[in-house]
């Protein structure tokens, strides 16, 4: 019950129905705060309780000053949690082992149950292995049931074991547009209460649901245990970016084209930790599909949130995705009684102001590396011949040629190029070189919830099946969308088979490409790819392409709209100006452009009109817990406790509870630590985190050979997660991570300074080492360190591979949070230093004081750090908040609440 210092509870009649609400008028001030500050003070309001949550929090989110830096402290109680199957895998069990430590502890083990409701969403297990033919979609089903069982039926036992967590079974859609569609409430209804829908969410992408106007975001799966547990998410009252768009998009330009534009100007303005907020007219004017695109692009440009206001188009998307009426009234009484309602005209205290004209936007992609470098279409042709440069053989990472001029690349018009000749297995030939495109997919919740852009593909399609013209022969393309609407709506309008005979048949229900499923290259690409060293290409409709994530044979990728990607994979190369040149030649031999295959505006609004309805999101959704005969035959477990099998190498019980005492003890200086690693800028989760295909010749891979798992069977890091043994040994294993204590490798190499001569050996093994000879590990980093998505294991696995701190000359939000989460202190440098500045090797060792300045219930500001170099300087602490300082005094945020819950 709140204390309802500001008689703030009243009552809301809709209908025939009565609600209790907590009124946003009854604070001063409010009016003027930005529509994300009015949710989060109204959860304020309903969740006082006199000590985490107290009046003068509430006063002083109404008092709130726009122009300042975040300084004061707030306790935010989400709604729900939502989560993947990567990510959720090891939320339940941590989960269940926490119970056992209850047990163990003397507590009740049924006190570890989620008090608000959690969702999963298994769509990061499918990956398209088959594709190209009709029965692909089945086959990758049966390959990922053979894959996941075992996971499978853990998550089944959790179904079962926890009160308030449902799973959404595998083949049935992406978690962020399932969401969206389906198990977004925008306002919620429990216990008698209406009151907006709020979430944390196990995927960085979580931010999707924002353009609904539900506020939510990502994080790591720690803090998502923590919320389901009744934990408050500890945060200080942020920034707010205003985003005003003017004017409407012009036509020929997409979601894509415009998120791109919007990932750009963002990243480059300065997001972090900030939340954006979309208002005037030209909201109005943007689709709630557009608008969920632009939310979903958050982590991308690195804010918080990326929120839009309740309006019409919120209300017409609800009603076109099967809410009830009574559902739909109420978000608009609700919205309309607490000043949550878009006034295009209204312009709120925003800290910071951007604007865009949406008509300025202009057809774009993004990459070789990065979601935020966006590319005009019509220079990308150019770029990618200066970019190429930077990935064969004879330039280093600087750009630069390292071999002499005689042995420089051979080169067509300037452009590196190494043609290889390959047999198709059907006999045929063709040429592979540079710049190839070998992946074009249309996947990812990005784009694969927006009917538009997918209408759009299908039409290129359509229209390029008319003109005579395929897919290249060295391209996969695959077809993976969000949720089971879409393939309806395409049915519905006719469009499939022109989608089938370019290629694009349908692979799954879930991320696949984007997250790194993209499964092998066909035999004959892959060979002569990696023979050649071939710096071939992706063109993906997703949010991420960095280095290595995509396919371990891809070293460019390239975000893009789902119809640029079919044009992209009809074209086959980067090295084509698919603006001017022709993608093909039709049945006459005639050139065919671009233009004579995309779609007019009014030919999309017309199968969108006319091919969608509320039917098709009734009948996908009616059941969608349930699951099909495969699911519900899956056998399982029974019992509140989880019965772990010993052999088992996908759920293992993890290490984190051991020898764990009810009181904490003192936190400790770090003396004598070495370097596990000394990283560049832009080190990005995917980085550290364990993720893609687990290699036979690394630690992962020899550990499950020697567990009788066989390679066919070695699945992805992944769909691992659950097993702690596996995912410590792929930390920092990126085939792209270059670690400049050893010089020359890529991947996850350091030098094991335990040794003589310091001799180069791989990160886990080297960690090994220095764990059993008690040398606690210190990981040096440039800017950006942790950005990316929310992956829990890139702190699990820094934790677990004995790092005590991390030195950053800045970090992203949520690896930061999660790495005080697992115990692990994040420190930054003096301003405007750098371990270069310092003179900072990496092979020194470094010694930490002033730490135990926390055991006093204080957080320091620095700690005094030294080196056996003589390198003196005072680290900024990185602990920003006194929830976070809590946690790491107790070693993380699992052990604050398991003591938490046991002293109740």
């Not at 200080?236 to 205003?242: A, E, K, N, S, Y």
């Not at 300037?414 to 592979?432: C, I, K």
């Not at 659950?722 to 996850?748: D, S, W």
């Not at 001569?757 to 990160?763: C, E, K, L, R, Y």
């Amino acid at each position: 019950m709140s204390a309802n210092s500001f008689d703030a509870r009243s009552t809301l009649r809709v209908g025939d129905e009565s609600y209790e609400i907590f009124k946003l008028d009854k604070v001063e001030g409010s009016a003027r705060l930005p529509y994300s500050l009015k949710v989060l003070l109204e959860n304020l309001l309903r969740t006082e309780d006199g000590a985490n949550i107290t009046a003068d929090h509430i006063r002083a989110l109404g008092d709130w000053d726009s122009q300042a830096q975040p300084a004061q402290e707030i306790q935010f109680t989400p709604a729900r949690v939502i989560m993947q199957d990567f990510t959720g895998v090891p939320c339940v069990v941590d989960l269940a082992t926490m119970r056992e430590a209850v047990k163990e502890l003397g507590g009740d083990p049924a006190k570890i149950n989620p008090l608000a409701p959690a969702e999963l969403v298994i769509d990061h297990s499918v990956i398209a292995d088959k594709f190209g033919t009709s029965d692909a979609f089945g086959q990758n089903v049966e390959l990922e049931y053979g894959r996941n069982k075992e996971r499978y039926q853990f998550l089944r036992w959790g179904q079962t074991a926890f009160d308030e967590f449902k799973v959404v079974p595998p083949g049935t859609g992406i978690v962020h547009q399932v969401n969206i569609e389906h198990l977004a409430r925008t306002v919620m209804v429990r216990n008698g209460q209406a009151y907006p829908d709020t979430l944390v969410g196990t995927d960085s992408h979580t931010t999707m649901v924002n353009g609904l106007g539900v506020l939510g975001w990502g994080v790591g799966g720690i803090e998502a245990e923590a919320a389901m547990l009744g934990q408050p998410v500890s945060m200080l009252i942020p920034r707010v970016v205003g985003f005003k768009l003017t004017g409407e998009l012009k036509p020929g330009t997409t979601a894509t084209d415009l998120v791109l534009t919007i990932t750009e100007m963002l990243r480059k303005h300065g997001v972090v930790g900030k939340f954006v907020e979309f208002y005037g007219e030209g909201v109005a004017a943007t689709s709630l599909a557009n608008r969920a695109t632009i939310g979903n692009m958050s982590p991308e440009f690195g804010s918080t949130a990326a929120i839009f206001p309740i309006d019409d188009e919120t209300l017409n998307y609800l009603r076109l995705t099967g809410r009830d009426a009574q559902q739909v009234a109420l978000v608009e009484a609700y919205a309309k009684e607490q000043g949550l309602w878009l006034d295009p005209a209204a312009e709120p205290d925003f800290s910071e102001k951007l604007e865009l004209d949406l008509s300025t936007v202009v057809p774009s992609i993004a990459g070789p590396k990065r979601p935020q470098d966006r590319i005009v279409l019509a220079n990308a042709a150019e770029q990618f011949k200066t970019d190429v440069r930077n990935y064969v053989d004879s330039v280093d990472e600087a750009g630069k040629e390292s071999f002499p001029a005689s042995d420089a690349p051979a080169t067509t018009n300037g452009v590196p190029s190494n043609p290889v000749l390959v047999t198709a297995p059907d006999g045929s030939t063709y040429e592979l070189d540079h710049g190839a495109v070998t992946v074009a997919a249309i996947t990812s919740c990005t784009n694969t919830s927006n009917p538009y852009v997918m209408v759009a593909a299908a039409l290129v399609a359509k229209k390029a099946v008319e003109k005579g013209l395929t897919r290249k022969p060295w391209v996969k393309t695959t077809l993976a969308p969000g949720s089971k609407v879409v393939t309806d709506y395409f049915d519905k309008a006719g469009l499939t088979p022109y989608l089938d005979k370019v290629g694009f048949n349908l692979v799954g229900y879930g991320c696949t490409t984007c997250i790194g499923n993209s499964g092998p290259l066909p035999d004959e690409v892959s060979k002569a790819v990696n023979e050649h060293d071939l710096a071939v290409t992706s063109v993906l409709s997703g949010n991420r392409n960095f280095e290595g994530r995509i396919n371990p044979d891809v070293k460019m990728n390239y975000l893009a709209s789902p119809p640029l990607v079919v044009a992209y994979a009809l074209a086959g190369s980067m090295k084509i100006d698919i603006t001017t040149e022709a993608l093909g030649a039709d049945q006459d031999g005639n050139p065919v452009y671009l233009k004579d295959v995309w779609p007019t505006e009014a030919e999309v609004n017309d199968v969108v009109a006319n091919a969608i309805g509320e039917d098709m999101f009734n009948k996908s959704y009616q059941d969608v817990f349930a699951g099909d005969a495969q699911w519900q035959a899956l056998p399982i477990p029974t019992g509140n406790t989880f019965e772990w099998d010993s052999e088992s190498t996908y759920v293992r019980k993890p290490p984190y509870f051991e020898g764990m005492a009810h009181e904490p003890s003192p936190v400790e200086d770090i003396q004598g630590a070495r370097v596990l690693a000394k990283l560049g800028d832009s080190v990005t989760t995917d980085h550290i985190s364990p993720a893609g295909a687990i290699k036979a010749d690394t630690p992962a891979g020899k550990y499950l050979t020697e567990h009788g798992v066989q390679r066919r069977d070695f699945n992805s890091y992944g769909s691992r997660r659950g097993n702690h043994e596996v995912m410590i040994r792929g930390t920092f294993a990126n085939i792209r991570l270059r670690n400049q204590i050893a010089p020359g490798t890529e991947g996850g190499f350091t030098r094991d300074f335990t040794q003589d001569d310091a001799p180069v050996s791989f990160i886990y093994d080297a960690s090994r080492n220095y764990i059993d000879q008690g040398i606690p590990l210190v990981v040096l980093a440039g800017k950006e360190y942790g950005s990316g998505s929310s992956r829990d294991w890139a702190a699990k696995g820094t934790a677990l591979l004995g790092v005590k701190a991390v030195i950053a000359e800045s970090y992203e939000r949520i690896h930061r949070s999660n790495l005080i989460g697992m115990g692990v202190l994040p420190l930054q440098y003096p301003e405007g230093q750098t371990a270069s500045s310092l003179g900072l090797t990496g092979e020194e060792t470094f010694s930490f004081s002033g730490v135990t300045e926390l055991n006093n219930g204080s957080t320091p500001r620095t700690v005094k750090v030294t080196t056996d170099s003589g390198v003196e300087f005072d680290a900024v602490v990185r602990i920003d908040t006194p929830g976070e300082a809590d946690y790491y005094r107790n070693g993380g945020i699992m052990q604050y609440v398991l003591r938490s819950l046991i002293r109740k």
